[in-house]
């Protein structure tokens, strides 16, 4: 392919689209399913299904820890593993602006690959669409999945109860503070990154050992604290996290003092919130705690029958302070 | 809700995402999947899937008979049912820009729920984000799709032999004279308007009649003349078309003669072209004649041993004229 970058031709459906795609997308991506070379691809799966969908329009398009690709494919791997499912198959839909260099679109396809490599899944089917100069952003990226749901569990908001463990998977507000960081130009430690990574293997883990989870969310936009009041609300059971608890990395810490954000606001790409039976906790954490994404999952807190669709925070000095959703646009275009 | 435009607010995950999604969407597209209020649907299914996406970006947004949104589910529940598959489940991830019209955003999600119900199918999970001001074009829409594969069907382009019976639906280029029409304020007839159509009916009761249909393919992008010259290459086999039989309106070809375009490029989007054993021809015609979207259904052409790969267009006045895959951006955003 001799074009250095994107042009509206490359969005028509003629030959420049079909350059495009058997050029760069198709070497990446392959496998025995795209192969088919179908406008949709035919799948085995199981009896149930999961299915889902997320846009990524985060600016800027590389980060820290990842690029636009990496999230799209992780975080449609990981809406899948949240309902209980073994993520099998994604669809990527682009939509590239007039002008956006062919070789970044490289190192977004091979990082969209590498990924689905390590979550075990297939890139199956595809779409590319072309906008205007200024009509677009660079690039935007849809993904939807397909997995396979595992018998036997029942991942639903209505099974959460009073008196049942809140467990994060891991420190908060990593991928948040290397965006914004990037878009300060704050400098921050290299061991500062977006936590972007594929968790259904770990779920995967956890669903083995205990199979009766009540619900699972990954905290990406609005952070936990989103996730923890879409639950509250959903189940009818009050929240109470104890700050000493919440992990949160030192240089993130020191971020959000900075610019005034609060940690458990804060989008994350590899962390989620599970809500557990106290006598699943510890087997839980022991799973949790021998793979790389889990190895720093503790608990932050517990439900309640007194304050129902309520989440507070018991503040290190002793006080409760109310953590509501998240208003409106704390952080634009974070993922 | 109050809000009368489109703000960052309504992309961020907090309170202002929830009401867009839970006021304009949830009540539009209501249905027992999407009510389970999970980032991804769980779904029943066959052992065997069709699984596709699409993206659309077509400009202007709202043109004589359709939105960007009924695009958007005809689109993908066309993809579909040319694999041989029962659409079932839809998944739509809007990307927004900053300051679109609410009105508008809510007549295009009611557009979708009433393609949806016509092509009978859920819309099952979704996703909306939102861009900066001139960082998009008003709105983007994704639509995945997942269908049934139809047990004893075998859609591929390598069942496609020498002479067999080419066929389309119906007049061709309506979609694609509708929006340039728009584009370039030319005043046309009332009876000009896309095409726009789910297919997935109309191939059911194909497939029923004519299961062992080689292949079938929509004919958007790039037009008849894409898929053409895509199978031909998929299938090693030359194709040969007559003119004469090629069905296009007076009013489209007219259009055609104005703006220098050939209607066999022209984007349609409810239109697919079969490939069929020239022994199950007059059947499938039967029940496509039956149809609203297969009335005007005729053989156009057919396949052939001698030019393996090329397709040609036998001209009124006898000659055969080479239809390339087209090259450019013939038409850009069409859809």
Known sequence: MEDKFITMAHGAGGVKSRELVEEIM?????????????????LPVKNNIAFTTDSYVVKPLFFNGGNIGKLAVCGTVNDLAMTGAVPKYISVGMILEEGFPIKDLRTIVDTMSQAAAEAGIYIVTGDTKVVNKNSGDGIFINTAG????????????????????????????????????????????????????????LVYKILQTAPKIAVMRDATRGGAAAVLNEIAA???????ID??????????RG???????????????????????????????????????????????STNSIAPGEVGLRTAIGGIRIIDMPAGEQIPRIC
Do not use: W
């Open 255 to 301: 971020f959000c003092d900075i610019l005034g954000f609060d940690p458990i606001y804060l989008a994350n790409e590899g962390k989620m919130v599970i809500f557990a039976d106290k006598t699943y906790s510890s087997r839980i954490l022991a799973v949790m705690h021998k793979d790389v994404y889990g190895k720093n999952a503790c608990i932050i807190g």
């Open 234 to 240: 959903q189940a009818g059971v009050g929240i109470i």
């Open 26 to 42: 198709v070497p990446a991506f392959d496998n025995e399913y795209l192969r088919q070379m179908h406008d949709g691809a035919k």
């Open 146 to 201: 397909v997995g396979n749901l595992i018998d036997g569990c029942d991942i639903a908001p209505r099974n959460v109860k009073p008196e049942m463990d809140i467990i994060v998977s891991g420190y908060l507000g990593d991928h948040a503070a290397a965006i914004m960081a990037l878009r300060h130009n704050l400098q921050l430690p290299d061991t500062l990154k977006s936590d972007c990574a594929p968790l259904n293997k």
């Open 243 to 252: 700050e000493d608890n919440l992990p949160v990395r030192k240089e993130v």
